[in-house]
């Protein structure tokens, strides 16, 4: 089973010690799903990385025999990535960690801040949690008909791994922003070549 239990790891990767809260920039399930509390959330985006669908996810999104497909970052350098930032208190990253122990680590990079008229507000430092292509989970690049049509067909403990991406695109267009991989997944998932 490709799986690396990252909870540990993470827990030593304790970039912002001290300090009592924490900007935590979500680029996939984050910007559709916070379950955790937070102080603050913003609109934000990171240069640098681009979002593709080439982790695998034996435990959310899909099963050891049959993995989905979800999230994380390559680098890309002048690319934006747009997603929403949360201002949290340490003590939700533990969690975090344990929800997310399938080959993500937490990095440190620095966040841009949007005001709602999308213009650039401010800057700080904020942790994301990334897969590399190191991880025992990461599948990596594939035509993208095939991306889609395995997350078309996979689902696991968090459901379909289509709601994810469909859940993905709906949350990007909201917050008025583009992904081209994103939404000619979603489309391939409403009309498949
Ligand atoms: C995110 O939405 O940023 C995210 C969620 C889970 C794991 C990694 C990243």
């Not at 067909?153 to 081209?180: C, I, K």
Request: glycine share 8%; charged share 20%; with cysteine.
């Amino acid at each position: 089973m490709m799986m690396l239990d990252t909870t540990t790891l993470n827990q030593q990767r304790n970039f912002f010690d001290g300090h009592k809260d924490i900007w935590l920039f979500g680029y996939g399930s984050l910007i559709w799903k916070a379950d955790f509390a937070y102080l603050e959330r913003r609109p934000a985006y990171i240069t640098g990385w681009a979002r593709r669908f080439w982790q695998g996810s034996h435990d959310h999104r899909g099963t050891p025999e049959a993995p989905g497909r979800v999230a994380t970052l390559i680098r890309a350098p002048g690319t934006v990535c747009h997603g929403m930032a949360y201002r949290i208190t340490p003590d939700v990253l533990a969690p975090l960690d344990v929800r997310e122990k399938n080959g993500y680590l937490r990095e440190k990079v620095p966040l841009t801040f949007l005001s709602d008229s999308g213009r650039v507000a401010s800057e700080a430092e904020g942790l994301i949690y990334l897969a590399t292509e190191d991880n025992p989970a990461f599948l990596g690049d594939a035509p993208l008909a095939d991306i889609a049509y395995q997350i078309a067909n996979a689902h696991g403990p968090s459901g379909p791994n289509r709601d994810y991406l469909l859940n993905l695109a709906q949350a990007l267009r909201e917050l008025g922003t583009e992904d081209a991989h994103v939404f000619a997944l979603a489309e391939q998932l409403h009309s498949p070549s």
